[in-house]
């Protein structure tokens, strides 16, 4: 993947243990909700980027993923398209 | 599900449309009543490749396992899928049926397995799959003998060598989220039967990492019949926006619950004829919404009528006398159980949503709390698109559906009275050993 193509952020819900790490790195773009797992809001700045890639690195539970924004369609922890309800 | 659910009673057909070829038989049929009731299944000489994609395209057929989604782009995704990594797709027909309410995939199984069998061949032929896979409830009951057991004397009466498509029978396990499409694949590959993080999607890479169409067995049915009858014939049902026949998992009064054979359109008073005064109606399913009577009295099953999408097909009528906030605590207590309880904004969500209507459904203590409704509000937000699967997003859309229909019982509660006196359960969510 090239480096700078656009890039999301996700999380393998599965594997994240509410370390709340990535929030103090990249608290811009990263909250935690009230059991201390990530809410990850808005598409990467370029800036970010960077931090981005240090939290992913430095998440414990490797749960913390960059993935070229248009892979998001295909469904999967992004709120927007969760709420069309696509199931397949 | 447990061993224990209500599927032992017996289940009645009811056509409501006039008779056309697409209406299920009264009992069983063995391959030869089938193609004598059906007609044969088109050879594929009789239809060429892509003259299927093209039918169901035109038929505008949509998944009947929940989401509603078009069966023509998944299959257009997956065979791209295919050509794209050269990889031989594998299908699979979900009659896993998780939901404890839904009985209209057993039913057709049951009466119909052939018509399942043939829309597998068909899709089977058309996508080339080297795989095609019907998947079902371990052990399930269907109240009138073992369904697994007529499963696999149907498939033995099917001649390979003529339908060219070798179809397996998989036991899957019962419970409420083994019929999720990964979930699904997850358990046909061996694996825990827990959906896994991918940045493929089923169609993409499924079943032993081929891409996968995943439809519903109640789909698969509809292409056997979109082959026979055609598209037109299957647009004859319903309405330009959900057309086909439609089976749907009836409860009304006191009646045990029946599958009923519809289509979009149609008005949904009569198939809740028997039940009395009612409070609500849910429709779609335990993902699904909670209609209000007077809207329920003159709607028609649409989405647009609705305000909610048919889902799976479940129309509960809620009679008056209960309460709608007792009975979604019930269920959404159960949702919670069976969340597979791997991503933490669900294991930690669900069970507080669900202790939260559990308070707010007593009256007593909803008087004590003025703060449950905002709570309840505010942990949906936080599960809501927060998980490996879509559980969370459909309990959510149950609950906030509740916290609608039922304002004016919730006025009350915060009041301390309940209007609904009979606070026992409608709808089964069996019980299940916890298991962590
Ligand atoms: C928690 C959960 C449980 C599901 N259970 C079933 C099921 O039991 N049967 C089914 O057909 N689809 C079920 N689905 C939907 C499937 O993921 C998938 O969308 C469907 O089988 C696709 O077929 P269709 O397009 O023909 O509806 C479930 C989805 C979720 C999120
Ligand atoms: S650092 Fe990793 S494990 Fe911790 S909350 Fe963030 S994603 Fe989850
Ligand atoms: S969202 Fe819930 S039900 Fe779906 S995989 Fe995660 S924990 Fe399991």
Redesign the interface.
């Known amino acids: 993947m090239r480096d700078n193509a656009p890039r999301d952020l996700s999380?393998?819900?599965?594997?994240?243990?509410?370390h709340g790490l990535c929030a103090e790195l990249l608290p811009d773009h990263i909250t935690l909700?009230?059991?201390?797992?990530p809410?990850v809001s808005g598409p990467l700045s370029p800036a970010a980027a960077k931090r981005a890639r240090r939290a992913v690195a430095d998440c414990p539970a490797l749960a913390l993923?960059l993935?070229a924004a248009e892979?998001q369609v295909?469904?999967?922890?992004?709120?927007?398209?969760?709420?069309s309800?696509?199931?397949? | 599900m447990t061993a224990t659910d209500n599927r032992t009673e017996t289940l009645v057909i009811e056509p409501q449309q006039a008779q056309g070829n697409g209406v299920l038989p009264s009992r069983p049929l063995n391959h030869a009543e089938h193609r004598a009731y059906y007609g044969v299944l088109p050879a594929p000489d009789r239809l060429p490749l892509g003259e299927l994609a093209s039918m169901i395209g035109h038929a505008g057929v949509r998944?009947r396992?929940?989401?509603g989604?078009p069966l023509y782009r998944?299959l257009v995704s997956v065979s791209g899928a295919a050509r794209a990594r050269r990889i031989a797709p594998a299908i699979v027909a979900n009659g896993c049926e998780g939901e404890p309410a839904s009985h209209k995939d057993k039913h057709l199984l049951w009466l119909a397995p052939h018509l399942v069998l043939d829309g597998l061949v068909l899709l089977g032929r058309e996508l080339r799959a080297t795989r095609a896979v019907l998947a079902v409830e371990a052990g399930a009951p269907n109240g009138r003998g073992d369904l697994v057991r007529r499963l696999r004397e149907a498939l033995n009466e099917r001649d390979v060598r003529q339908d060219g498509v070798r179809i397996e029978l998989a036991e899957v396990p019962g419970r409420f989220i083994a019929g999720?499409?990964a979930a699904l694949v997850s358990t046909l590959d061996g694996g825990p039967g827990?959906p896994?993080?991918?940045?493929?999607?089923?169609?993409?890479s499924g079943v032993g990492g081929a891409p996968t169409l995943?439809q519903n067995v109640e789909t698969v049915a509809q292409v056997a019949l979109i082959a026979r009858y055609g598209p037109d014939w299957f647009r004859d049902y319903g309405t330009a926006a959900e057309p086909g026949p439609q089976l749907f998992t009836v409860y009304s009064g006191r009646q045990r619950p029946r599958v009923v054979h519809s289509a979009a359109g149609a008005a949904l008073a009569p198939l809740i004829a028997d039940a009395g005064p009612i409070d609500a109606v849910l429709v779609g399913g335990y993902h699904g919404s909670w209609i209000p009577a007077p809207l329920a009295r003159h709607a028609r099953l649409t989405e647009a009528d609705l305000g909610a999408?048919l889902g799976a097909g479940l129309i509960a009528a809620l009679p008056a006398d209960r309460c709608g906030l007792a009975e979604t605590a019930h269920i959404v207590r159960y949702l919670a159980l069976e969340s597979a309880g791997?991503?933490?904004?669900?294991l930690?969500?669900l069970p507080r949503i669900a202790a939260a209507l559990e308070q707010l459904a007593d009256p007593h203590q909803a008087a004590r709390d003025r703060g449950l409704l905002e709570r309840i509000e505010?942990?949906c937000g936080?599960v809501?698109?927060?998980?490996?699967?879509?559980h969370p997003?459909?309990s959510v859309?149950l609950v906030r559906s509740a916290l609608m229909t039922f304002r004016t019982e919730i006025a009350a509660h915060h009041a301390g009275q309940c209007t609904g006196g009979d606070r026992r359960p409608l709808l089964p969510a069996p019980a299940r050993e916890l298991v962590h």
């Open positions: 999380v393998d819900w599965a594997a994240c243990q509410g909700d009230d059991w201390g797992y809410i993923k993935r892979q295909t469904i999967r922890s992004n709120p927007a398209a969760a709420r309800a696509h199931r397949g | 998944g396992g929940g989401a989604f998944k999720e499409s827990l896994p993080y991918s940045e493929l999607s089923v169609r993409e995943v999408p791997q991503c933490g904004p669900c930690n969500g505010r942990w936080m809501e698109g927060r998980g490996l699967c879509h997003d459909g859309r």
